[in-house]
C-alpha cells in the first residue's frame, strides 16, 4: 500500500525558513509528478508547486523566489525549502505524487503538515 508522510511542519517567525519532506513507501515505481499543495485556515486547498520525474519545477505565483522544490528518486522522497516565509503562508501542507504509468493514472495525498507563520 502506497504511503505518502509529511514531516517538518511547525510554528516558525515570519521571515523564518522551513524544510518540509514527502516520503513514500510502499512503491515500486517512481512518480512522474510530485508536488505540494497547501490549504489556508478557512480556504481551498491551493497549488504551491511540481517537480517532474526529470527535475523540471513549477511553482505557484505567491511562493516563486521563495520555495523550492526538490527530490531525491531513490529515496522517493520531495522536499519543499521554505524561505522567507510570510503569516499568508500559514496552512496545512499536503504531499501529493501522481503516476502516470496505468490507467487510470495513480494519484495519492499524504495526511498534511501544519504550518503556522506568526507575525
Known amino acids: 500500500q502506497v504511503q505518502l508522510v509529511e514531516s517538518g511542519g511547525g510554528l516558525v517567525q515570519a521571515g523564518g525558513s522551513l524544510r518540509l519532506s514527502c516520503a513514500a513507501s510502499?512503491?515500486?515505481?517512481?512518480?512522474?509528478?510530485m508536488a505540494w499543495y497547501r490549504q489556508p485556515p478557512g480556504k481551498q486547498r491551493e497549488l504551491v508547486g511540481t517537480?517532474?520525474?526529470?527535475?523540471?519545477?513549477n511553482y505557484a505565483d505567491s511562493v516563486k523566489g521563495r520555495f523550492t522544490i526538490s527530490r531525491d528518486n531513490a529515496e522517493n522522497t520531495v522536499y519543499l525549502q521554505m524561505n522567507s516565509l510570510k503569516p499568508e503562508d500559514t496552512a496545512v501542507y499536503y504531499c501529493n505524487a501522481l503516476y502516470t504509468g496505468t490507467f487510470p493514472p495513480r494519484n495519492y495525498w499524504g495526511r498534511g503538515t501544519q504550518v503556522t507563520v506568526s507575525s
Open positions: 510502499g512503491i515500486i515505481f517512481s512518480f512522474n509528478v
Open positions: 517537480i517532474r520525474d526529470g527535475g523540471t519545477t
